[in-house]
C-alpha cells in the first residue's frame, strides 16, 4: 500500500509530465506575413520555472487555419496586437503543410512548438465590437460590414462590385449611384426629382414652336 509521502510524490510526477505536454496556449500576435499566411506569437500566460513564473519564449512562423477548400477561401489580415490561440499538433507537421499529402513525419517530436497552429480571433478585455447582430463581417468600429440577417442582406460602406451581378428581389440604396455602361429596364422609372439627359431637363426645358409668334411651352 502506497503511503502518503509516495501519493504525493507521484501526483508530482503526473503534474510535472502533464505541464510538460503543450497542448494549447492564449496568444498574442507580435508579426504577420500576409504572403506565407503565418504569424509571430507570444503566449500570454506565463509558466512556472523553479518556483518561479517566467515567460515563455515567443513562437514563430505559425500557420494561419482559415477557412480554405479547393475553390474558395476566406483571408483575415491580422496586427500585431491581436489575441488568439495555438494549438499544438501531436506531430511533426512540416511535411504535411508543404506538400498536403499522406507521409512519415519528418522527425519523431511530439506536441513541439514548432508544430503549433494558429486559431485567430478572441476578444480579450472589455472592448466590445460595433457589428450588428447576425452572422456580419467588416469593421470593428462598424463603419463598413456585411451582415446576413434572417431578413436578408444589409451592407453599409462603399461597395465595389466587378463582375455580372443578378438580384431576385427588391433592393433599397441610400446614397448616390455612378454607372458607367448602359441601363435597360423593362418596367417604369419614378423619380420625385429630375431627370437629365443630354443636358435637358426634363422637368424645366421647353419646346419651341415651328410657326413664328407661338409662344413655347412646358413639357407635358
Known amino acids: 500500500m502506497r503511503n502518503s509521502q509516495q501519493y504525493r510524490y507521484e501526483e508530482r510526477q503526473r503534474q510535472d509530465n502533464a505541464a510538460a505536454?503543450?497542448?494549447a496556449q492564449i496568444v498574442k500576435v507580435t508579426a504577420y506575413d500576409k504572403n506565407k499566411q503565418t504569424v509571430d506569437v507570444q503566449p500570454l500566460?506565463?509558466?512556472l520555472e523553479n518556483g518561479t513564473y517566467q515567460s515563455q519564449p515567443p513562437v514563430l512562423?505559425?500557420?494561419?487555419?482559415?477557412?480554405?477548400?479547393?475553390?474558395?477561401?476566406?483571408?483575415?489580415e491580422y496586427k500585431e496586437g491581436d489575441v488568439g490561440l495555438i494549438v499544438f499538433c501531436d506531430a511533426d507537421i512540416d511535411k504535411a503543410v508543404s506538400d498536403g499529402t499522406e507521409g512519415e513525419p519528418n522527425t519523431e517530436r511530439n506536441h513541439s512548438a514548432t508544430d503549433a497552429v494558429f486559431i485567430g480571433g478572441i476578444r480579450a478585455g472589455s472592448a466590445q465590437d460595433a457589428l450588428p447582430d447576425g452572422y456580419a463581417m467588416g469593421t470593428k468600429d462598424g463603419s463598413v460590414y456585411l451582415v446576413i440577417k434572417e431578413t436578408g442582406l444589409e451592407i453599409l460602406g462603399d461597395t465595389k462590385v466587378e463582375g455580372d451581378?443578378?438580384?431576385?428581389?427588391?433592393?433599397t440604396i441610400t446614397g448616390n449611384v455612378s454607372v458607367t455602361g448602359n441601363i435597360s429596364v423593362t418596367g417604369g422609372i419614378t423619380t420625385t426629382a429630375d431627370v437629365v439627359a443630354g443636358g435637358k431637363s426634363l422637368m424645366s426645358h421647353t419646346h419651341t414652336s415651328m410657326t413664328p409668334g407661338t409662344p413655347t411651352s412646358a413639357p407635358l
Open 45 to 47: 500566460v506565463k509558466r
Open 21 to 23: 505536454i503543450n497542448v
Open 165 to 171: 451581378v443578378e438580384i431576385t428581389g427588391d433592393v
Open 61 to 76: 512562423g505559425v500557420p494561419i487555419v482559415c477557412d480554405l477548400c479547393a475553390k474558395y477561401g476566406k483571408k483575415v
